[in-house]
Structure formats: C-alpha cells, structure tokens
C-alpha cells in the first residue's frame, strides 16, 4: 500500500485524511506543527453548500444541531448608519441535504478529527528538508527521518512545505490588510450581517444555536516590512484598540463595547501558482494558493480540493492541479473584486455601489453566475 505524508492537521490535511480512511486505498501520516489542536478556540467559519455536500459525504450530517447555523440570507449594510442596502437569499443555493451553514471553526476541527485514528497525527512536527529520491526523504528537526511515496502540503498560508520547495518564491505576499477577529453575544440578526464602511468591512454571522455570533473585520492599512514582519505588533493591545476603535467611530454599532476576545492578524495571500516538479508532491487548501478573505471561500475550497486531490489518488489520474487552478482563478477574481467593491469610500462611488448592489442582489442570472457557479459545481 502507498504511503502518504500529510503536513498540516488543519482543514484540508484532515479532510484528506478522512476520505483516505474511508477509501482505505493508501496508508498516512499527518505532521502537526503545533503541540496540540484547540477545539475551544471560539471563532467561526462559513461554509457554502459545495463544501457541505463533500462533508456531509463523511457524515457531517450527523452533527449536532446546536453546534450550526443555517443563515438564509446576506444582508448588506452600511456601516455608519446600519441601514439595509439589499440581501442576497442563499437558501436558493441550497438543496434538502445541503444547506449554507456556519459554525465555529473548532467543531469543524473536532468533528474532522473524529475518525482519524489517534496514532496517525504526529504532533510537533517540524519538517525542515525533502529529498525526491526512488521515495520522497522526509527530514523533521527532531532528527527523525521517514520514507514516502507522496507528499500532501496541507500546512495553510505559511506553507513551510512551499518554502522549502520554492525558496523565497513560496513565500505569500501581504494584502494591505489587516483582519480582526471576535465574538458577539447577542446579536438581533441570525443571518449573515456584512456591514460596508469606508476601507473595511465588517461581518458578523451566528455559530451556534446559543446565541453566540463570529465578528469579522476586514481593514485596509499599508504597513511596512518591519512592520508586517513584527508578529507582536499584532499582539499589541493598543494597537488593536486603536484599529477596533477606527471602525468603531464609522459605524452604528459600539463595536468596542460588543466584541469581545478580539484578535488581530495580517492578511497574506498568494502571489502566483506554483507546481512542485515532483509528480508525487501536491499543495493543497491555502498551500496551494490563499485568497483574499472577502468570498468566505477558503475552507470550501480547502475541502473541495482535498476532495480533487483524493480523486486523482485513488483513480491514479492526473486532473488534480488543472481543475484547481480553474477553480482557484474563478474564486480569486470574485474576492478581489469583493474586496474592492466592500471597501469603496468615494460617496459618490458608494451611491452608486449600493444601485448596483440593490440591482445585482435581485438577478437571478448574475447570482448564478457569480455564486451559483462556485456554490452549486
Ligand atoms: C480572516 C479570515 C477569515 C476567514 N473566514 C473564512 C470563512 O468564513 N469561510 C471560509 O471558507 N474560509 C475562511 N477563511 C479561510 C480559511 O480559514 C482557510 O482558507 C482554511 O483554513 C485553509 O485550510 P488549510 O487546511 O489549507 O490551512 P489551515 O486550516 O490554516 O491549517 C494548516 C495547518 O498546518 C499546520 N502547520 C503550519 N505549518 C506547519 C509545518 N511547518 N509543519 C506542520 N504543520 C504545519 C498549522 O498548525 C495548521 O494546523 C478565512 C481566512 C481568514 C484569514
């Protein structure tokens, strides 16, 4: 049986793993980097009904109710005065089986982690070199070295994988962009609430049914490198404060009172597609290329490649990176041009945004085309 080495224990490196249990076609391991995985961490994340219909194949189903939500609706809003703009019905995305759905990130985790035996996740895994001899060489800084016949980078935007095979080229590059993340209680609106400001947005979306709800910001700001490469700054309380009041004084809501644990991170996304020489090496999740946060695609697509990688494994076929790439330009050309169109401050090009907005939201053919395409493929 052919031996696969997985590093990355997040989204897409446990989906892999759990459609390898079930085919039981090929033998893995997953390297972790961090010592443990944390199942309370209490943000959430959206899933649209393309990654649920690829879970729901490994029984996400079966999960408690209570610990999802199934948002109907995204309601657009301005920030400063919370007025409705439009909405945009997901539910017509959706089919009896498979539905929008958000929870926290963590019961994704718990729930990925459910069928994967104990034994098969190495923790504190550092792999530090590769070589693609008769086998791939694996080295790990703890001197250990193992033998496989593929490897799967599943280790998210950082990718030491990549680095290691791109060298500086694997590098992400920054967005402009800072996010910050929190949590709510008791918020008045159960669907997707995404608020536009002038250069950032806001959303703020359910997780469960306990009322507790995912806080998700969005911030244009340029730093420089000393900046971008000074993780404390985004540690910084005063620093975080500062931007949570930025957004707080453009909008209706006393965001600084409401959101609580807040966490501040810059955003990095790819710079270009990169594929390994090794026919036996694939990238896969934000390994493979990271988008702008402005589409809510990144763990769909983590999924549903994870699911095209497994595909090409099983069948021994080799469609898995032009069918990425294909998607991948698709899901990026859309979060740019969100990205874009969230964030205009011109008020003369807000005006005539929120026309567009109110116009697009109720055309049938253009959701469709926009959402349809990637939600219902
Ligand atoms: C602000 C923000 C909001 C988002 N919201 C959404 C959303 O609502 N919906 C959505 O679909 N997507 C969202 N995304 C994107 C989504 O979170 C990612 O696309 C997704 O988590 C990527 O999954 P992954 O498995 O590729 O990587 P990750 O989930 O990041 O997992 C990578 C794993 O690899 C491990 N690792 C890292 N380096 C190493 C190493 N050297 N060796 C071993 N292990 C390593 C990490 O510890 C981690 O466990 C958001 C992203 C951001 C930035």
Redesign the pocket.
């Known amino acids: 049986m052919k031996k696969i080495a997985i ?9 892999l793993a759990n459609l390898l249990e079930q085919g039981k076609s090929h033998s893995y391991k997953i ?4 010592n443990s ?1 944390d199942l309370n961490e209490r ?6 009904v393309n ?1 649920i219909n690829l879970l729901n194949e490994i029984g996400f189903q079966k999960i408690n109710v209570s610990n999802i939500c199934f948002p109907k609706k995204v309601n657009f809003l301005d920030a400063k005065n919370s007025k409705k703009i439009c909405d945009i019905d997901l539910s017509q995305f959706n089919n009896q089986s498979n539905r929008y759905t ?1 929870l926290k ?1 963590s019961k994704l ?1 718990e729930f990925l982690l459910e069928n994967i035996p104990k034994e098969k996740i190495v923790y504190n ?3 530090v070199d590769i070589k693609d001899q008769d086998k791939l060489a694996l080295s790990f800084r703890d001197k250990k070295n193992e033998e496989f016949d593929y490897l799967v980078a ?8 990549k680095q290691i095979l791109f060298k500086k080229d694997g590098l992400p590059k920054y967005f402009n962009s800072i ?1 910050l ?1 929190g949590n709510i209680e008791n918020f008045e609106n159960f669907d997707i609430s995404l608020y536009l400001g002038p250069n950032f947005h806001f ?1 703020i ?1 359910p997780i469960n049914q306990n009322k507790e709800f ?1 806080f ?1 910001s ?1 911030v244009r700001k340029e730093l420089i490198e000393e900046e971008i490469s000074n993780r404390n700054l985004f540690k910084d309380n005063t620093f975080i404060n500062n931007l949570l009041k930025h957004i707080s004084s453009k909008s209706h809501l006393n965001l600084d009172k409401k959101v609580k644990e807040i966490k501040c ?1 810059p ?2 996304v790819s710079k270009k597609f990169q594929i390994p020489k090794s026919k036996n090496i694939f990238l ?5 290329y ?2 702008p ?1 402005s589409f ?8 549903e ?2 699911k095209d990688l497994f595909n090409d494994l099983k069948n021994n076929s080799t469609n898995y990176y032009k069918k990425r790439i294909l998607k991948t330009k698709q899901i990026n050309s859309r979060s740019s041009f969100n990205h874009f169109a969230f964030h205009i401050s011109n008020p003369l090009n807000v005006f005539f945004r929120n026309i567009f907005l109110k116009h697009l939201s109720k055309n049938k053919r253009f959701l469709e085309n926009y959402l349809g395409k990637i939600y219902n493929n």
């Open positions: 590093i990355g224990a997040g989204i897409s490196g446990l989906f390297f972790e980097k961090k995985l943000y959430g994340i959206q899933l649209s990654s958000t990130r985790i895994s550092d792999l599943a280790d998210g935007v950082y990718s030491k994988t996010a993340r959303v979306y995912n998700i969005i991170f955003i990095f896969t999740g934000d390994a493979f990271s988008f946060p809510a695609q990144g763990a769909s697509q983590s999924i490649g994870a």
